[in-house]
């Protein structure tokens, strides 16, 4: 039997416990595999994400702009007809503004809005932008994305979750993560019990490795001691889930991974680098925990290799650094052929809440979404107000992202950089 198609069985057998602790779906194995080839998954890609029937004139767009506010940089749409949308981006405006400004914003204007899908495609073409393909041409695209959907949705009056065809749940629940390499076990493993109590999460993620470290740790035995210690210091009620961020080979990464399938936990993030699908892949087979990776692929082919490959078992494309809830979207419905959740990662600005939105239509998200502290902030900004309770946070129902008052947002916001030269 090939290895994935043993790796499938592996995974919908006994479905019951592991969707619980998953979000992977009991679905049949062999029928889903006989379903999961390249054309197929081509297929699910290319089917239109939108529903903009109610918008039924021409939404031409007039301008959009990067603006400053405090240490917040936003990106602001306006159409011919006085249509505003905005979006907030992640924290590498700055330094991606000249993409932005000379080779992404040009493009859209005088465009139709409501052609954004076929738009994504266009602007990758448009004086070559494909040639920088990566994250730094992909956020700006998301920026502008982002600030058009939250446009639209204002016009139509319908949030994102209406717009991508219908939402399926407003409730969302979450892990909180730690960001944090520099503290001992035992103080990381206290850290993750005040982050708990301090949020009512149920889930957590902490990091092991030493970050693109070539199988270093942070700090020596670091990995080793955490892992137990975290499940003895939690206790059994709270799923753990931990991320290598690409520190390792694949002996290593497996040696870690039966660690963690030792205390039970939930997934097993980038454990070999973000680029290495083959030895990634490698990790996927050998280990009974799922695998999941993502965050930093922009590219939909690679992903689609993923999928077909079940390079991992769970994918995590960044709503910022993948382009938009469009093309995480078109990675959204090739996971599912495959019955891969996917489960966004999440990189600043409104990330938190758009991913949200984006679990708010699809169907297969896994069990937890990420959660960094310091969301608070823009809590009262959206309608309703962002809420958690029991371990889960609300999804906005306002038009388009959700903000109450775009000109309460706006006040006092500075136009950055506009030299399209
Ligand atoms: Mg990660």
């Not at 891969?340 to 239509?361: K, N, Q």
Request: hydrophobic share 40%; proline share 5%; glycine share 10%.
């Amino acid at each position: 039997m090939p290895t994935s198609r043993r790796r499938f069985l592996q995974l919908t057998a006994g479905a019951g416990a592991m969707s619980l602790a998953t979000g992977l779906p009991s679905v049949d194995a062999a029928e889903q595999e006989d379903r999961l080839t390249a054309e197929a998954l081509n297929e699910a890609a290319a089917a239109p994400v939108l529903n903009l029937d109610a918008i039924k004139s021409p939404v031409i767009i007039e301008s959009i702009e990067l603006l400053s506010k405090d240490r917040e940089f936003l990106v602001r749409v306006r159409s011919k007809d006085g249509a505003v949308g905005v979006s907030l981006t992640n924290g590498r405006a700055p330094y991606l503004a000249a993409i932005l400004n000379k080779l992404v914003i040009p493009y859209f204007i005088s465009k139709d809005a409501r052609r954004l899908e076929s738009h994504l495609f266009e602007v990758y073409r448009y004086r070559s932008n494909y040639k920088l393909q990566g994250l730094a041409l992909w956020c700006p695209v998301a920026w502008v994305e982002l600030a058009i959907l939250d446009m639209l949705g204002r016009i139509a009056g319908q949030s994102y979750g209406e717009l991508f065809g219908g939402v399926c749940r407003r409730e969302v629940p979450y892990y909180i993560a730690s960001g944090r390499r520099d503290s001992t076990p035992r103080e990381e493993a206290d850290y993750l019990l005040r982050l708990i109590e301090q949020t009512g999460a149920k889930a957590v993620k902490f990091r092991v490795g030493g970050r693109m470290s070539r199988n270093a740790d942070s700090m020596p035995g670091r990995t080793e001691t955490l892992i137990p210690l975290a499940r003895k210091t939690l206790g059994d009620r709270i799923a753990i889930h931990a991320d290598a961020n690409s520190s390792y080979d694949p002996p290593k990464a497996i040696e870690v991974g039966r660690m963690l399938e030792d205390i039970g936990a939930v997934y097993f993030e980038e454990p070999c680098p973000f680029d290495h699908l083959e030895d990634t892949k490698r990790v996927t087979d050998a280990l009974k925990i799922p695998v999941a990776g993502g965050e930093q692929e922009y590219s939909q082919r690679r992903f689609r290799w993923m999928i077909l490959n079940r390079g991992v078992d769970i994918v995590q494309p960044d709503l910022h650094y993948h382009g938009g809830l469009i093309r995480s979207t078109r990675v959204a419905r090739m996971a599912q052929l495959a019955g891969i959740p996917t489960t966004v990662h999440i990189s600043g600005g409104f990330g938190f809440v758009y991913m949200l939105h984006f679990a708010s239509y699809t169907p297969q998200i896994g069990a937890y979404q990420e959660y960094k502290k310091g969301i608070e902030k823009y809590g009262d900004w959206f309608d309703p107000p962002l809420n958690v309770k029991d371990g889960a946070f609300t999804v906005p129902t306002g038009p388009g992202v959700g903000i109450v008052n775009v000109g309460d947002l706006l006040k006092d916001a500075k136009q950055m950089g506009s030299d399209r030269r």
